[in-house]
């Protein structure tokens, strides 16, 4: 007999759109960007996937700020940084490295944030299609780059 719980947890999906098309980015990660509502500039440090549309995080002055495209203009300037480029890009398949026997695959369309001076990437860890348990709070994740290993198709 299939164990159709464990098969749906350990199975290849695509998050988080679930089928969907899911629209380009406004701007890219430490492109120098315009804050419309406080009228300042900061940078793009983190893009997510949000309330079905990309929510930007933006550093102003070490204050984090999020805000939707229709916040913010991107000025096409990247800001130089003393931090090595993201292993991983948005959208991109990768497998989350664990001791235990499922496979772990997702896709990086969720985002990826830089914290610290480290990229960290947020993957939908458990389906959404599964139904919630009291034990886990939250099907999303930040993990690391080691945490996580290309997957090459």
Same mark, same amino acid.
């Given at each position: 007999?299939?164990?159709?719980?464990?098969?749906?947890?350990?199975?290849?999906?695509?998050?988080?759109?679930?089928?969907?098309?899911? &629209?380009?980015?406004?701007?890219? !990660?430490? %492109? #120098? @960007?315009? /804050?419309?509502?406080?009228?300042?500039?900061?940078?793009?440090?983190?893009?997510?996937?949000?309330?079905?549309?990309?929510?930007?995080?933006?550093?102003?002055?070490?204050?984090?700020?999020?805000?939707?495209?229709?916040?913010?203009?991107?000025?096409?300037?990247?800001?130089?940084?003393?931090? &090595?480029?993201?292993?991983?890009? !948005?959208? %991109? #398949? @990768?497998? /989350?490295?664990?001791?235990?026997?499922?496979?772990?695959?997702?896709?990086?369309?969720?985002?990826?944030?830089?914290?610290?001076?480290?990229?960290?990437?947020?993957?939908?860890?458990?389906?959404?299609?599964?139904?919630?348990?009291?034990?886990?709070?939250?099907?999303?994740?930040?993990?690391?780059?080691?945490?996580?290993?290309?997957?090459?198709?």
């Amino acid at each position: 007999m299939i164990d159709n719980v464990n098969a749906l947890k350990t199975s290849w999906y695509l998050s988080p759109s679930w089928g969907k098309i899911m &629209p380009p980015v406004e701007v890219n !990660l430490l %492109e #120098r @960007v315009y /804050l419309r509502t406080s009228k300042t500039f900061g940078y793009c440090c983190g893009i997510q996937w949000k309330h079905e549309c990309w929510l930007y995080s933006i550093d102003c002055r070490n204050e984090i700020v999020h805000a939707t495209q229709h916040q913010i203009i991107g000025t096409g300037d990247l800001v130089p940084l003393p931090v &090595p480029k993201s292993a991983f890009v !948005l959208g %991109e #398949r @990768v497998m /989350l490295c664990s001791h235990d026997k499922g496979a772990k695959h997702r896709l990086l369309t969720l985002g990826i944030a830089l914290v610290n001076n480290s990229w960290f990437y947020l993957v939908e860890f458990i389906s959404p299609q599964l139904t919630p348990t009291l034990t886990i709070f939250n099907r999303f994740s930040l993990v690391g780059e080691k945490s996580l290993m290309r997957v090459n198709l």
